[in-house]
């Protein structure tokens, strides 16, 4: 593992941040994780894009561009020698006396680590694993990857303590997405996702999703789909860059469609894995 911390490479033990960063004290910052594969970043720059999307919308100024950003995500590579890793990427708007405003004349905390990240276990991918629903109770803009995520890790834990992979949002009767990933359905043949609004974060796991998908003729409908939709998928699954592909076969301890991975599913897994090579 190797860190990078405003301007440096310090030693794990030695990156220090302030207990007045406002990441620390407020959450007020955005994050990103992008997997590595085999040495290259797998869509790099449409993770850059969102991070300066993200920062757009709270209204917080980078301290790199995204030439200097690929450049210490380079960097981090060089010194590790990694090859199948993940970066994580943090900004947060900086040091100052805790006061809710924005702070003035104050840079940004920029965060960066790359460690190793070993591919999904493969036994999941082949037998499906389970997930619960929860309410989705968080706020009102979920398309910004913001590093407040307690609704995501409360979730999250709910999902570990019933066994499960996953824990899937419900909000208004309707599925939204995974604490960590987004989910697809499929009912009849027909691809279904919550619609790239405020409600959800716009996965680029999800975006290549849907690129395979119209690739190989699935046809796509990017409608949310009611939580009773649930119960009639032949298949469901979550994506995300950790996760990569989840198939569900389990939900809330009830088989989805027949209780084994589906042939949509499957194939749109292969077809992401040929994408990273
Ligand atoms: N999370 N939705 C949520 C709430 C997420 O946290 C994530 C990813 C996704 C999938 O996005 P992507 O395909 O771009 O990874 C959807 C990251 C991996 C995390 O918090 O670790």
Redesign the pocket.
């Known amino acids: 593992m190797q860190v990078y911390l405003n301007g440096e490479y310090p030693e794990l033990t030695e990156a220090c941040v302030s207990v007045e960063d406002r990441g620390f004290l407020f959450a007020d910052g955005i994050y990103e994780?992008v997997r590595c594969y085999a040495g290259r970043f797998f869509e790099l720059d449409r993770h850059l894009a969102r991070l300066e999307r993200s920062a757009r919308e709270i209204r917080l100024g980078l301290p790199l561009s995204r030439d200097e950003l690929r450049l210490v995500a380079q960097e981090l590579l060089r010194r590790t020698g990694l090859l199948d890793c993940s970066l994580y990427l943090q900004a947060t708007r900086g040091v100052a006396p805790r006061n809710h405003a924005f702070p003035v004349g104050v840079t940004p905390t920029l965060f960066a680590m790359l460690q190793p990240a070993p591919s999904p276990d493969p036994a999941l991918a082949e037998r499906g694993g389970a997930a619960v629903t929860v309410p989705d109770e968080r706020w009102g803009r979920c398309d910004i990857k913001a590093v407040g995520l307690l609704p995501?890790i409360l979730a999250k834990q709910k999902a570990v303590e019933a066994g499960a992979q996953e824990a899937i949002f419900i909000r208004d009767g309707l599925v939204t997405?995974?604490?960590?990933?987004?989910v697809f359905a499929v009912l009849d043949g027909v691809l279904w996702t919550h619609p790239q609004d405020r409600r959800?974060?716009g996965?680029?796991?999800?975006e290549v999703t849907l690129e395979l998908a119209r690739e190989q003729g699935v046809p796509v409908r990017e409608e949310a789909i009611t939580q009773n939709m649930l119960w009639q998928a032949q298949e469901l699954f979550c994506?995300?860059?950790?996760a990569e592909f989840l198939p569900v076969v389990r939900l809330d301890g009830q088989p989805v469609g027949d209780g084994r991975p589906g042939p949509v599913c499957r194939r749109l897994a292969a077809a992401f894995a040929a994408r990273h090579g």
Not at 203 to 206: N, P, Q, V
């Open positions: 994780v995501n997405e995974g604490s960590a990933s987004n959800i974060l996965g680029i796991t999800r994506t995300g860059t950790v």
